[in-house]
T-cell receptor, first 112, second 114 residues
């Protein structure tokens, strides 16, 4: 069983569309994250949830909205997609705030 | 504010040679330090971490790193490179002042020549 799973793995869409990426973890962790990795491999945290509560919200356009229906899920919805949103988005989880992060395999978003 | 600097976006070594990947950090309080590895088209996997205690930390796949507070460094080493070590390596830092938010360096691609 995959510990942290994301869907879809690949997403190609047009500018202006709205899309979602789903993430689920079966590790029983309390904290989940979204990271963005750009074309230069730079990784930047976007959001972090602890027990369904938002605890980290970096300077991210409000077109990005995370939703955590329960501790095991953290979805990312993106409105009005722009070319600059093209990246690989990684979901991750950890048992607590200073613990090891377990990453999903990433969702590669391409905006045309 | 924390930051991480990884010197060298690419490092190339021969199979069997020493691997040294450099990482320097800035943190105003005692840091937690991590090395992650990313294989192509995969997520990141923890290699090793330093929180407290012994400054020489051993990780998976024969890697180790030493926390040197005086040099604000956490360099990653492996005595003998293997072809399967070819990957992207990320150093990361977190601390209590930033709510343990993990800040990553820009990554170093390790190339292993046969």
């Amino acid at each position: 069983d995959t510990a942290v799973s994301q869907t879809p793995k690949y997403l190609v869409t047009q500018m202006g569309n709205d899309k979602s990426i789903k993430c689920e973890q079966n590790l029983g962790h309390d904290t989940m994250y979204w990271y963005k990795q750009d074309s230069k491999k730079f990784l930047k945290i976007m959001f972090s949830y602890n027990n369904k509560e938002l605890i980290i919200n970096e300077t991210v356009p409000n077109r990005f909205s995370p939703k955590s229906p329960d501790k095991a899920h953290l979805n990312l919805h993106i409105n009005s997609l722009e070319l600059g949103d093209s990246a690989v988005y990684f979901c991750a989880s950890s048992q607590d705030l200073n613990g090891e992060l377990f990453f999903g395999e990433g969702s590669r978003l391409t905006v045309l | 504010a924390q930051s991480v600097t990884q010197l060298g976006s690419h490092v190339s070594v021969s199979e069997g040679a020493l691997v040294l990947l450099r990482c320097n950090y800035s943190s105003s309080v005692p840091p937690y330090l991590f090395w992650y590895v990313q294989y192509p088209n995969q997520g990141l996997q923890l290699l090793l971490k330093y929180t407290t205690g012994a400054t020489l930390v051993k990780g998976i796949n024969g890697f180790e790193a030493e926390f040197k507070k005086s040099e604000t460094s956490f360099h990653l080493t492996k005595p003998s490179a293997h072809m399967s070590d070819a990957a992207e390596y990320f150093c990361a830092v977190s601390d209590v002042d930033s709510s343990y938010k993990l800040i990553f360096g820009s990554g170093t691609r390790l190339l292993v020549r046969p």
